[in-house]
């Protein structure tokens, strides 16, 4: 086998690997904090009436929570990623009054 066809056939290994890797079950899980205790007291303080679009049932499985298991529980885009994006936020130690806001209004097209 020549090197160079050696080559092409090793990289796309690695990404395909790295794929399929559940990076959220990697990732530490924070301590309930103030009066976040239980999954739907932070999606309830995160807004966006995430709480009745998502319903983990414990703590540790809003944590391992990942967003190809967002998307198979039918959340939208913009939903998928505000509550990723959320997670990060109190993982980083942040209070959901800080950092949560409302979605952006539609876009109204006058013409």
């Not at 007291?41 to 049932?57: M, N, Q, V, W």
């Not at 990942?66 to 936020?89: H, T």
Request: contains cysteine.
């Amino acid at each position: 086998m020549s090197l160079r066809l050696a080559a092409r056939l090793a990289l796309p290994c690695p990404s395909l690997v790295r794929s399929l890797v559940n990076r959220a079950a990697q990732r530490p899980v924070p301590p309930p904090r103030g009066s976040i205790q239980t999954p739907e007291d932070f999606l309830k303080a995160i807004g966006r009436s995430a709480e009745t679009k998502f319903t983990p049932e414990s703590w540790e499985q809003l944590w391992h929570t990942d967003g190809a298991q967002l998307r198979k529980a039918g959340l939208a885009v913009r939903d998928r990623r505000y509550i990723l994006w959320s997670m990060e936020k109190f993982r980083q130690g942040q209070d959901p009054a800080e950092f949560a806001h409302p979605p952006k209004p539609a876009k109204k097209i006058r013409g």
